[in-house]
């Protein structure tokens, strides 16, 4: 890497004061040395600039001129590592009004057969195998 | 709520690296570019309680670079890892020469490296002998 481009990047874009207080949130957090803060404000430079750039490659894809957070998401599932600690952190997707149509239709189609009329002249399988109640037992011969 | 903002990083810092990366003409809605904010709020914390549980284990109390540049590759982003890397070295390097830096403005006696050349006579003084000051006079006076 290019040593200019190095210097250019060793200036992280954000406030030190401000991801000092973040760290700090963590209770466990003791004491972070310079060189730790540093890298930090740098990674999550990093970590942005690629969101961004990901995000936009499907705003892109999708034929969008603006960035929004559907492609956000999308762009999150596909890296594996950013996913697994980020997607439970996203705002959850607007239900749609079409999944649940869906569902319906799919219910109306899977009727259980037992709600079926038996033909005439046959019956029920289930009937075979019920708890006899008027029936006779079943004689067992004992010699 | 106020307050609210100051646990997150500045949306104007967002905002200004987001214009960076994405396409000239293209824009961001206010509700992805928060979220933005929010998500690199979060990986502040991700990183940092990684490399902070890494510092408890081994028993010490400060977060160092090495801590976070282990963090980065223990958690999959290998891809900022070696940058990150790089960096953590340039840094090093610039906090050196601040320090040598910050010596020099107190001059102290260095003794004179000596190294006597291949027949054993003693080293050429590198330092020449000033050089003499030519001195102008100008001429007064009329043109003759």
């Known amino acids: 890497m290019a040593d200019d481009e190095a210097v250019n ?131 067992i011969n004992d010699t | 709520m106020a307050g609210e903002q100051d646990r997150l990083l500045p949306i104007a810092n967002v905002g200004r690296i987001m214009k960076q990366i994405l396409p000239p003409g293209a824009k961001i809605s206010k509700e992805a570019k928060q979220t933005m904010q929010e998500c690199a709020t979060e990986f502040i914390s991700f990183v940092t309680g990684e490399a902070s549980d890494k510092c408890h284990k081994e028993n010490r109390k400060t977060m160092n670079g090495d801590d976070m540049c282990w963090a980065l590759t223990a958690l999959g982003f290998d891809n900022y890892a070696d940058a990150i890397v790089r960096y953590l070295h340039k840094y090093r390097e610039a906090e050196r020469e601040k320090a040598i830096q910050n010596k020099a403005t107190c001059p102290q006696d260095k003794d004179e490296e000596s190294s006597e050349d291949k027949r054993g006579h003693p080293p050429q003084q590198t330092d020449e002998a000033p050089t003499p000051v030519l001195e102008f006079s100008v001429k007064k006076g009329d043109k003759s």
């Open chain 1, 9 to 139: 990047l060793i200036r992280p874009e954000f406030p030190t004061g401000r991801v000092k207080k973040i760290m700090k949130l963590d209770k466990d957090i003791n004491k972070v040395n310079s060189e730790a803060l540093f890298l930090v404000s740098c990674s999550t430079d990093l970590f942005l600039r690629f969101l961004a750039e990901r995000s936009a490659e499907v705003a892109t894809e999708k034929k969008k001129k603006t960035v929004k957070l559907d492609h956000l998401r999308t762009a999150v599932k596909r890296h594996r590592p950013t996913s697994d600690f980020l997607l439970d952190s996203l705002p959850m997707p607007a239900e749609s009004t079409q999944a649940v149509g869906r569902s319906v239709t799919d219910r109306d189609r899977s009727r259980p057969v037992a709600d079926k009329p038996a033909p005439t002249g046959t019956r029920r399988i289930d009937q075979f195998f019920c708890k006899p109640g008027n029936e006779s037992p079943i004689k």
